[in-house]
């Protein structure tokens, strides 16, 4: 077994899953309350439709994400399980425990055209429990085996485990990016907002250490939330911290609200920042993106090196070729949303 201390559950199925559902628990400080629901998927490559995010598919081993970002756009797919966008996202988890075997099967096949697979599009896929199962260096070695080249978007050092992984990748010439979240240094923010996430100066720590690797590494700074983590003390730091640490690229994403996750973030706002909610109920009341006008002024302390390093990289990895894949470009767009077809 990959994991001890554990327990199984086997009448805690979610719905609609069937039969043979493995829910597990363990007894550990980040998982207290927690649920991992075990399922076997039918497929592990999901296609995005055109090139607009810069990959063509991706990989989410899991589902729900305990690192309970408040603002979080993914949590609204937890709905197309019969659960809810708040509390049911970041506690009942489900985990497709066969992912690298199908990830190893469906590259293997003659169609397939080594074209680049993102990771953490959707939640992230290092997060705690990633741990204990441990999927992703299976995942990573079923790629890496058939010439495809990959991008991993994460907010948690454990992708450090596997640097190793990511340098055979690089000396085989693929094309390897592994890209930190850190949406903000400032503690406040950071615990009230994403408050089971590790260190965001670890991360950069983590950024740093990729690049002293030859490893592309670049970090988003997303979501920019108006009032909470936009203004340019808190956003300056980062910017330094990225300079410093020679990122392959620094991109910025404007906070967005769809369906469910309006309702989770306001009912946040208004318990912990009610001071913001008339400001917010303007950008948002009746939208799920701001005014172009109200973008820019979010963005705005992102503007010089770290707008021009996003572009330059974005051309330069929009040049390069993978194998006998099409172009590929860095993962410096903000996430595509899986299809609701593509839930298992």
Same mark, same amino acid.
């Given at each position: 077994?990959?994991?001890?201390?554990?327990?199984?559950?086997?009448?805690?199925?979610?719905?609609?899953?069937?039969?043979?559902?493995?829910?597990?628990?363990?007894?550990?400080?980040?998982?207290?309350?927690?649920?991992?629901?075990?399922?076997?998927?039918?497929?592990?490559?999901?296609?995005?439709?055109?090139?607009?995010?810069?990959?063509?598919?991706?990989?989410?081993?899991?589902?729900?994400?305990?690192?309970?970002?408040?603002?979080?756009?993914?949590?609204?797919?937890?709905?197309?399980?019969?659960?809810?966008?708040?509390?049911?996202?970041?506690?009942?988890?489900?985990?497709?425990?066969?992912?690298?075997?199908?990830?190893?099967?469906?590259?293997?096949?003659?169609?397939?055209?080594?074209?680049?697979?993102?990771?953490?599009?959707?939640?992230?896929?290092?997060?705690?429990?990633?741990?204990?199962?441990?999927?992703?260096?299976?995942?990573?070695?079923?790629?890496?085996?058939?010439?495809?080249?990959?991008?991993?978007?994460?907010?948690?050092?454990?992708?450090?485990?596997?640097?190793?992984?990511?340098?055979?990748?690089?000396?085989?010439?693929?094309?390897?990016?592994? &890209?930190?979240?850190? $949406?903000?240094?400032?503690?406040? +923010?950071?615990?009230?907002? @994403? %408050?089971?996430?590790? /260190?965001?100066?670890?991360?950069?720590?983590?950024?740093?250490?990729?690049?002293?690797?030859?490893?592309?590494?670049?970090?988003?700074?997303?979501?920019?939330?108006?009032?909470?983590?936009?203004?340019?003390?808190?956003?300056?730091?980062?910017?330094?911290?990225?300079?410093?640490?020679?990122?392959?690229?620094?991109?910025?994403?404007?906070?967005?609200?769809?369906?469910?996750?309006?309702?989770?973030?306001?009912?946040?706002?208004?318990?912990?920042?009610?001071?913001?909610?008339?400001?917010?109920?303007?950008?948002?009341?009746?939208?799920?993106?701001?005014?172009?006008?109200?973008?820019?002024?979010?963005?705005?302390?992102?503007?010089?090196?770290?707008?021009?390093?996003?572009?330059?990289?974005?051309?330069?990895?929009?040049?390069?070729? &993978?194998?006998?894949? $099409?172009?590929?470009?860095?993962? +410096?767009?903000?996430?595509? @949303? %899986?299809?609701?077809? /593509?839930?298992?």
């Amino acid at each position: 077994m990959r994991w001890d201390e554990q327990r199984v559950e086997n009448d805690m199925r979610l719905p609609g899953i069937g039969d043979g559902t493995v829910v597990r628990t363990f007894d550990a400080p980040e998982a207290m309350g927690i649920n991992f629901h075990e399922v076997r998927a039918r497929s592990a490559l999901n296609h995005v439709p055109g090139e607009s995010f810069g990959f063509s598919w991706t990989i989410n081993p899991y589902r729900g994400c305990t690192h309970a970002c408040i603002f979080c756009f993914a949590r609204k797919t937890h709905t197309y399980l019969d659960l809810d966008a708040g509390r049911d996202f970041e506690r009942e988890i489900v985990v497709k425990v066969n992912v690298p075997e199908l990830v190893r099967a469906e590259v293997a096949r003659p169609g397939w055209k080594r074209e680049l697979v993102a990771l953490g599009t959707n939640t992230d896929p290092y997060q705690w429990c990633e741990s204990k199962y441990r999927m992703l260096p299976e995942i990573l070695e079923g790629l890496l085996a058939a010439g495809t080249p990959v991008s991993v978007l994460t907010k948690s050092p454990l992708v450090m485990r596997d640097i190793e992984i990511f340098e055979r990748f690089r000396d085989a010439g693929l094309r390897v990016s592994v &890209n930190l979240s850190v $949406p903000t240094l400032d503690e406040k +923010a950071w615990r009230l907002t @994403e %408050p089971h996430t590790p /260190s965001p100066s670890a991360r950069l720590e983590a950024v740093a250490e990729l690049r002293r690797r030859g490893i592309q590494s670049g970090i988003l700074i997303a979501p920019l939330m108006p009032g909470i983590n936009d203004s340019p003390e808190q956003v300056e730091p980062i910017v330094a911290r990225a300079k410093e640490a020679d990122a392959t690229f620094l991109g910025g994403v404007a906070l967005h609200l769809r369906g469910e996750v309006k309702d989770v973030f306001f009912g946040w706002l208004r318990a912990k920042r009610p001071d913001l909610v008339p400001e917010y109920e303007r950008l948002y009341g009746r939208r799920a993106y701001m005014r172009p006008e109200d973008r820019q002024k979010t963005t705005r302390a992102l503007r010089g090196w770290g707008q021009q390093r996003m572009r330059s990289n974005y051309v330069e990895g929009a040049r390069k070729t &993978n194998g006998e894949g $099409p172009k590929s470009r860095p993962f +410096a767009a903000a996430p595509a @949303e %899986p299809k609701q077809s /593509s839930l298992f």
